[in-house]
């Protein structure tokens, strides 16, 4: 049952080259497995910068409201630093005309409704 030489050489190799096959084989295999991984990151990668792009786009958006909001805001305020100005500037005329005492009264009065308006204008911006 033993083999003669030529034909322990024959069969081992056979087997070299069986090993040598499966080798590329599982080489090729691993190839393909790396090239599988390597498309499903870019994948991943792409969706990941869309969803960067949309979640800037919304930052920018709400950004954007923020500051129409702040000027709108910082609009009230300056309206209401004019209306503030004017008046006294009228409660200073009319104290010219018509002497001291009643336009002061008049003026006090104004000065604190102004006042009000601007707190609540301060604190509407603060809000």
């Not at 034909?7 to 096959?21: M, N, P, S, T, V």
């Not at 005309?97 to 911006?125: C, W, Y």
């Amino acid at each position: 049952a033993s083999l003669s030489k030529e034909a322990r050489k024959g069969l081992k190799a056979a087997r070299e080259e069986h090993i040598r096959e499966q080798t590329l084989k599982l080489n090729d295999d691993h190839l393909r497995v790396l090239d599988l991984k390597m498309k499903l990151q870019a994948k991943n990668l792409e969706e990941l910068r869309h969803q960067h792009a949309i979640e800037g786009k919304m930052l920018q958006e709400t950004l954007k409201n923020e500051v129409e909001e702040f000027d709108r805001k910082i609009e009230k305020i300056r309206t209401s630093t004019e209306q503030y100005n004017n008046m006294e500037k009228m409660n200073l005329s009319a104290s010219k005309k018509d002497g001291m005492k009643k336009p002061f009264k008049k003026n006090a009065e104004s000065i604190e409704v102004q006042r009000k308006l601007l707190d609540s204008t301060i604190h509407d911006l603060r809000g």
